[in-house]
Nanobody, 118 residues
Framework: QVQLVESGGGLVQPGGSLRLSCAASGSISSLYAMYWYRQAPEKQRELVASVAVDAGTNYVDSVKGRFTISRDDAKNTLYLQMNNLKPEDTALYYC????????????WGQGTQVTVSS
């Protein structure tokens, strides 16, 4: 199973930008799909964005037009470019993946904290 490590979080002012990275321990080129999730305090974990092996992407409505998910198979890395950040984007962000369409998600990593505050 590919191990994933998130990085790139931090404290940013409203309207600012961050780019999250998710480094994989092995090849991601054949993974069915990769995902970014987030969990805010006292809230359930939610799916933020996904990118499939055919490069198709999906986003939760609240981030459409502001976030961009991408994968660099040569670097075995998943990214989440986050622009025009809002306080409600504050959360612990996690990446995950499915090897096949019928697979379950992998183990959760430590995540990377994103805090949007003035």
């Amino acid at each position: 199973q590919v191990q994933l490590v998130e990085s790139g979080g931090g404290l940013v002012q409203p309207g600012g930008s961050l780019r999250l990275s998710c480094a994989a321990s092995g090849s991601i080129s054949s993974l069915y799909a990769m995902y970014w999730y987030r969990q805010a305090p006292e809230k359930q974990r939610e799916l933020v964005a996904s990118v499939a092996v055919d490069a198709g992407t999906n986003y939760v409505d609240s981030v459409k037009g502001r976030f961009t998910i991408s994968r660099d198979d040569a670097k075995n890395t998943l990214y989440l470019q986050m622009n025009n950040l809002k306080p409600e984007d504050t959360a612990l962000y996690y990446c995950n993946a499915k090897k096949y369409i019928w697979s379950t998600l992998g183990n959760w990593g430590q995540g990377t904290q994103v805090t949007v505050s003035s």
